[in-house]
């Protein structure tokens, strides 16, 4: 069974920063897109940033020059840095990914449970 961890998430003032992790694990032959995507109390989820297996980026205007998202490809992880936070970046952050598990040739699309970031002075 595959499952996407999410780790990361915290309180930190305006203009700070975070890192956050998450790792795709279980029984699996690959990994395509994995990505970020938040959801703020009353308000639809939405993208954040997305990277696919082989390289290519995408992100929402609002994080673009502020978050970086990379991977680690050996390992199933992707990561998401966060800078110069703001506070509209509050939300739910959740992890997602396109994933091959082993003994399919499917891909399967995952979330993670997400991680809670704050800004806040």
């Known amino acids: 069974q595959v499952q996407l961890v999410e780790s990361g998430g915290g309180l930190v003032q305006p203009g700070g920063s975070l890192k956050l992790s998450c790792v795709a694990s279980?029984?699996?032959?690959?990994?395509?897109?994995m990505g970020w995507y938040r959801q703020a109390p009353g308000k639809e989820r939405e993208l954040v940033a997305t990277i696919h297996t082989v390289g290519t980026t995408k992100y929402a205007d609002s994080v673009k020059g502020r978050f970086t998202i990379s991977r680690e490809y050996g390992r199933n992880t992707v990561h998401l840095q966060m800078n110069s936070l703001q506070p509209e970046d509050t939300a739910m952050y959740y992890c997602?990914?396109?994933?091959?598990?082993?003994?399919?040739?499917?891909?399967?699309?995952?979330w993670g449970q997400g991680t809670q970031v704050n800004v806040s002075s």
């Open positions: 997602n990914a396109d994933v091959i598990p082993s003994g399919s040739i499917k891909i399967q699309n995952y």
């Open positions: 279980g029984n699996i032959v690959g990994s395509i897109n």
